[in-house]
């Protein structure tokens, strides 16, 4: 399991001191099975007047920040430690029913479910309903990891990144017309395929962990990242990253969920002053992964040590 690090620096710049109302931030990644958050700190100037956490419907956890002084720069320093276990190979053990798609969800699922099947964007003339039909035979059924790695790598493989700073989510018509988004553009174009097919989606943002910045390998660091989840009944929420071809966690630091990306902003806000005081926001995030110097657990005396295990490549 690596340690990583996570340094997240938004500025905001202005003419001249403004005013700021409350913003909310989510920057505190989720604990889980698959990563152990050791350590995280928050630095705000100028100096919050409050700062109180609270976790909203999706469990996600919330700073929620209050200022009554002005200020012509706003900064959050965001520095989070954690303990991640990547998934190399997952395997996902599916119930004998949803091993192969089409498959239905259980009567005690749905109920929590159908919000996150539903359509979010319209598609008058079905061409997100097609593109995700191009990915199931014509006859026949076909295994439903195969069919979300495919689509997950198609977009990958066919799709051209461009980060950009505008806010908002493109409609992922534009998306699938152009073939070309960002992030958080191909997270809810594969979103809106997956419900196309019957399939419950939910966006998540987040940081990649790009060794050396390696373009090669990943595409999308420096900022935060957003890909997606899809339930599968015997594995529960697994993700998937389109950026980058991504199937499993690996090298994907979850923060926030939500059903949809506009529920799951990392930080927002506002100020009180004109619109030619605003100079711009500046985004910075440095993952890197620290040495693990914790000592190793010893086995008691007179106990067999396991033989290393090197796994197939």
Same mark, same amino acid.
């Given at each position: 399991?690596?340690?990583?690090?996570?340094?997240?620096?938004?500025? +905001?710049?202005? /003419?001249? @001191?403004?005013?700021?109302?409350?913003?909310?931030?989510?920057?505190?990644?989720?604990?889980?099975?698959?990563?152990?958050?050791?350590?995280?700190?928050?630095?705000?100037?100028?100096?919050?007047?409050?700062?109180?956490?609270?976790?909203?419907? $999706?469990?996600?956890?919330?700073?929620?920040?209050?200022?009554?002084?002005?200020?012509?720069?706003?900064? $959050?320093?965001?520095?989070?430690?954690?303990?991640?276990? @990547?998934?190399?190979?997952? %395997?996902?053990?599916? =119930?004998?029913?949803?091993?192969?798609?089409?498959?239905?969800?259980?009567?005690?699922?749905?109920?929590?479910?159908?919000?996150?099947?539903?359509?979010?964007?319209?598609?008058?003339?079905?061409?997100?309903? =097609?593109?995700?039909?191009?990915?199931? *035979?014509?006859?026949?059924?076909?295994?439903?990891?195969?069919?979300?790695?495919?689509?997950?790598?198609? %977009?990958?493989?066919?799709? #051209?990144?461009? =980060? /950009?700073?505008?806010? &908002?989510?493109?409609? *992922?018509?534009?998306?699938?017309?152009?073939?070309?988004?960002?992030?958080?553009?191909?997270?809810?174009?594969?979103?809106?395929?997956?419900?196309?097919?019957?399939?419950?989606?939910? $966006?998540?943002?987040?940081?990649?962990?790009?060794?050396?910045? !390696?373009?090669?390998?990943?595409?999308?660091?420096?900022?935060?990242?957003?890909?997606?989840?899809? +339930?599968?009944? &015997?594995? &529960?929420?697994?993700?998937?990253?389109?950026?980058?071809?991504?199937?499993?966690?690996?090298?994907?630091?979850?923060?926030?969920?939500?059903?949809?990306? /506009?529920?799951?902003?990392?930080?927002?806000?506002?100020? $009180?002053?004109?619109?030619?005081?605003?100079? &711009?926001?500046?985004?910075?995030?440095?993952?890197?992964?620290?040495? !693990? !110097? /914790?000592?190793?657990? #010893?086995?008691?005396?007179?106990?067999?040590?396991?033989?290393? %295990?090197?796994?197939?490549?």
């Amino acid at each position: 399991m690596p340690i990583l690090s996570v340094r997240h620096v938004t500025t +905001y710049r202005y /003419r001249r @001191p403004v005013a700021f109302g409350e913003h909310r931030l989510m920057f505190r990644p989720r604990d889980s099975y698959d990563q152990r958050l050791i350590e995280a700190t928050l630095e705000i100037e100028p100096e919050p007047a409050s700062l109180r956490w609270m976790f909203d419907v $999706f469990g996600n956890c919330v700073a929620v920040v209050a200022f009554d002084r002005r200020a012509e720069t706003l900064r $959050f320093v965001c520095g989070i430690t954690l303990d991640h276990a @990547p998934e190399h190979a997952p %395997v996902f053990p599916l =119930a004998p029913h949803a091993t192969h798609y089409p498959f239905g969800y259980g009567a005690e699922d749905m109920p929590d479910l159908n919000r996150s099947i539903e359509r979010q964007w319209p598609d008058p003339r079905h061409e997100v309903d =097609a593109w995700a039909r191009s990915f199931v *035979p014509a006859t026949g059924r076909i295994p439903t990891q195969e069919l979300l790695a495919d689509m997950t790598r198609s %977009v990958r493989r066919n799709f #051209t990144y461009t =980060a /950009r700073s505008e806010k &908002g989510v493109q409609d *992922p018509l534009h998306t699938l017309r152009t073939k070309c988004g960002s992030c958080r553009d191909f997270a809810v174009l594969m979103m809106e395929g997956v419900r196309a097919l019957g399939m419950a989606a939910r $966006f998540v943002s987040g940081y990649l962990y790009n060794p050396r910045n !390696d373009r090669d390998r990943h595409v999308g660091g420096g900022s935060t990242h957003a890909w997606l989840q899809v +339930y599968l009944p &015997g594995a &529960g929420w697994v993700e998937f990253d389109p950026t980058n071809g991504i199937v499993g966690n690996r090298d994907l630091i979850r923060v926030a969920v939500a059903r949809d990306p /506009r529920q799951a902003v990392p930080l927002h806000g506002s100020y $009180f002053g004109l619109a030619s005081d605003d100079l &711009g926001m500046r985004v910075d995030v440095e993952v890197i992964e620290l040495p !693990d !110097d /914790r000592p190793k657990p #010893t086995p008691p005396e007179g106990a067999i040590a396991e033989p290393a %295990v090197t796994a197939a490549r």
